[in-house]
């Protein structure tokens, strides 16, 4: 009896993100090329592609070769897409390597009209998921982050070996992080409320590269699928 209870206890402290909401954004990136009627493209279009990931298709975004490897490529929804509140979600497959990192990023349109915030999840690569938050207004900027440095929130070996769901639930009161629908992360309130795009990206910061191996590449970003309810 006492675990029928706790059970039950545990399932009415569930939380859906998406209960009572509907679908207002969804790409499943099935087509032969990259919808854009949704997506605005980098300026390096070759590291963004729709290939082949196993039973279905994907979106690809690879690095480009270069000299000092630095580089941010992605896909963003700017002027196409953008939302106040609601749940925005998507299905990744992170980097395995330290020295490049996948984003999954909702930020303003212009994000130098201040106050403003961008919320994000980070792949930095051997299995380290970092979902954070950076607020700017004229007193500068401020980071919100868990506790630690950072945190393996999956087993070893599952950001890059199968897809995840990296969810962000975004209401007047809050913003949550979910990972695989398990609340990692929250932060309160904050005096910034205007729609916000989506952004998918694939970075080698400066600071990253001493940490990126030239050898252990292709070590590429993929997308299965993004939804956005409201």
């Not at 070996?161 to 007047?172: A, D, H, R, S």
């Not at 694939?202 to 699928?225: C, G, M, S, T, Y």
């Amino acid at each position: 009896m006492r675990c029928l209870f706790l059970l039950l206890a545990a399932s009415a402290l569930a939380v859906d993100p998406t209960s009572g909401k509907k679908v207002t954004f969804s790409d499943d990136f099935t087509g032969e090329a990259i919808d854009e009627t949704k997506w605005t493209l980098p300026t390096n279009r070759e590291t963004a592609s729709i290939v082949k990931g196993g039973k279905d298709k994907v979106l690809r975004i690879s690095l480009r070769k270069a000299e000092d490897m630095i580089q941010w490529n992605g896909l963003t929804t700017n002027g196409k897409f953008e939302q106040l509140y609601g749940y925005f979600e998507a299905s990744i497959k992170m980097p395995a390597y330290k020295g490049n990192t996948a984003i999954f990023r909702l930020g303003p349109a212009d994000e130098k009209v201040t106050p403003s915030i961008i919320v994000l999840f980070e792949g930095l690569g051997s299995d380290q998921i970092m979902p954070w938050a950076r607020k700017s207004d004229d007193s500068g900027q401020r980071d919100f982050r868990p506790e630690g440095k950072l945190t393996q929130f999956l087993k070893a070996g599952e950001a890059a070996k199968k897809f995840n769901t990296y969810g962000f639930l975004w209401t007047e009161k809050s913003f949550t992080w979910f990972i695989n629908g398990k609340k990692v992360h929250q932060v309160d309130k904050q005096d910034t409320a205007k729609p916000m795009r989506l952004q998918l990206a694939h970075r080698v910061a400066e600071f990253e590269r001493p940490n990126l191996n030239l050898k252990q590449l292709p070590d590429d970003v993929e997308i299965d699928w993004v939804k956005v309810w409201k």
